[in-house]
């Protein structure tokens, strides 16, 4: 098995930011030029980087389309996006901006039949399936959307199932209680999904 390291860079309101566990409450903030600190991430020898639309997360709509466009013609590198990606029209948007793949997260969960759509269109190759989940007290892994805002039913062994099923390439899941803590990843948790 191989693995590509892709750092990750979250904006809101403009500014680099880490949220403590999804809280837009707790918030810390490493900048003010979300460039910058990508042409960082590739002096140092990263080739792809991870930019999620926190903003666009919460209310949907993704918004960062300008610094999209700023990162992939100043940085050379090969960009992976997400954040209140809700229509095709922001798929294809950013798509044809030179993004190699879309991050979807709630609209995998509310809308699989359209994810499914999205991926017969644009190709597997070109989405990445975002899972952000956390345990319940039954130890079942569920999937929060809208940021995180809002819970649901939904689970992600029942998720990763369904899409699985439709060709599904690319996945980045996200142990909720783990994110803006500094902890380390939860190894098990991805140890579950690598053996699926």
């Known amino acids: 098995m191989s693995f590509t390291l892709i750092p990750a860079i979250d904006i809101r309101n403009g ?28 002096d140092a020898g990263a080739e792809w980087l991870h930019l999620v639309d926190l903003d666009a997360a919460r ?26 990606i809700r229509a095709a029209q922001d798929v294809e948007g950013l798509l044809n901006a030179g993004v ?18 999205w991926l017969r269109q644009y190709g597997s190759e ?22 995180w805002t809002e819970a649901s039913v939904s689970t992600l062994d029942d998720l990763l199932g ?4 439709v060709g599904l390439k690319h996945v980045l899941c996200t142990d909720i209680s783990r994110d803006g803590m500094l902890t380390g990843f939860n190894i098990e948790l991805y140890r579950q999904l690598a053996a699926r």
């Open 59 to 84: 209310f949907g709509g993704y918004t960062q389309l300008p610094l999209v466009e700023r990162l992939i013609a100043e940085t050379g590198l090969r960009l992976q996006t997400g954040g209140g």
């Open 15 to 42: 500014r680099v930011v880490r949220l403590f566990q999804g809280d837009y409450q707790r918030e810390t903030v490493y900048g003010d030029d979300p460039v910058a600190v990508a042409r960082a991430y590739a």
């Open 162 to 165: 369904t899409y699985s099923q």
């Open 126 to 147: 070109h989405l990445t399936l975002a899972p952000d989940t956390r345990q319940d007290e039954a130890g079942v892994w569920r999937l929060p959307v809208s940021g």
């Open 100 to 117: 190699e793949r879309v991050v979807v997260g709630t609209q995998a969960v509310r809308r699989p039949a359209l994810v499914t759509a």
